[in-house]
């Protein structure tokens, strides 16, 4: 399975995102808007075998031994083989392991990671916790949110070793200072965080076309252009699937990027703040589209 998947796929499968980063690994100048991190690590691959090819065998090792490891925890009987194959078919195998995306190596690397995490449940050992610390870093770097995977670690390690809490608080701040460290040394080659900026400009935004898709006549102080489009516009293209028809309207984005610092931070508080069913509604709605996958719907 995994030489098939290897034979459709490799080099491996670029998007727009994975060629600009594999660009910023090249140059050593990391564009913000995605985590450091992954730019970093593919330059280092190109540096030793040009392309992507590398880096693919790396993230899909990752999962490989992931999976590996956590068969091993069981005796093998007549159903292993069939989970094998029941696996090795489905799309996250076949098709989204040969993607260069930090999404996959989030994904691999946070499975490796509680695999370890297993093992150390089976035979405790300090190597196989540093193991599973590591790998939970290495997946928390690369995503935006992958900081979240620690705190249910640390959470993980402290259940199966009773007694002993404070291994897990130990885990959830050595990981948080991995992680933080790792962001610190490669900011000092990156554009100084305009791209982490107009991340949160832009879901900020997001989240008021959404509240305005919900509730037209909703107050917040924002500047007359601006209101009108995320009244109008942002709101006719908010979806809560995904923000990407939102993101790439031209005269939104140039309506983001022109606001001054701050007006759009102090509209999406005065939802939070002043209307936060409103703000609640529209996040869970965010949030049950991806859960689900459901079918993307027009609000309003």
Do not use: C
């Not at 899909?60 to 091993?72: E, K, Q, T, V």
């Not at 832009?202 to 006549?217: H, I, K, N, T, V």
């Not at 606001?259 to 931070?265: E, H, K, N, R």
């Not at 002043?274 to 509604?281: G, I, M, Q, S, V």
């Amino acid at each position: 399975g995994f030489g098939v998947m290897l034979a459709l796929n490799a080099p491996g499968q670029l998007s727009y995102d994975s060629v600009t980063q594999l660009a910023d690994g090249r140059s050593g100048n990391y564009n913000t808007w995605h985590p450091p991190l992954m730019a970093w690590l593919l330059g280092v691959f190109d540096s030793l075998v040009p392309g992507t090819f590398l880096f693919l065998l790396f993230q899909s090792f990752l999962f490989l031994g992931g999976l590996l490891a956590l068969l091993a925890l069981k005796p093998r009987g007549w159903l292993s083989p069939l989970v094998a194959l029941l696996i090795v078919l489905t799309p996250q195998w076949l098709i989204y392991q040969g993607d260069i995306w930090k999404d996959m190596l989030f994904a691999d690397a946070a499975i490796a990671g509680f695999a370890a995490l297993a093992w150390h449940a089976r035979r405790p050992h300090p190597a196989r916790a540093i193991l599973a610390l590591l790998l939970l870093v290495l997946a928390a770097a690369v995503r935006q949110n992958g900081v979240v995977l620690l705190p249910v670690a640390a959470v993980t390690l402290a259940l199966i070793t009773p007694g002993r809490w404070r291994w897990g608080l130990a885990f959830l701040v050595m990981g948080l200072v991995l992680v933080s460290g790792l962001n610190w040394i490669l900011a000092s080659r990156s554009d100084g965080g305009d791209g982490a900026a107009a991340e949160i400009r832009l879901a900020q935004s997001y989240d008021l076309a959404g509240a305005f898709a919900r509730q037209p006549d909703l107050s917040v102080p924002l500047p007359p252009d601006l209101n009108r489009l995320l009244r109008g516009s942002g709101a006719k293209l908010y979806t809560p699937l995904r923000n990407d028809p939102f993101a790439a309207d031209p005269a939104l984005s140039k309506a983001r990027s022109d606001a001054p610092d701050g007006v759009i931070s102090t509209a999406w508080k005065a939802l939070v703040l002043n209307h936060p069913w409103l703000y609640l509604e529209v996040r869970w709605a965010d949030f049950a589209a991806v859960v689900t996958r459901s079918e993307e719907r027009r609000v309003g």
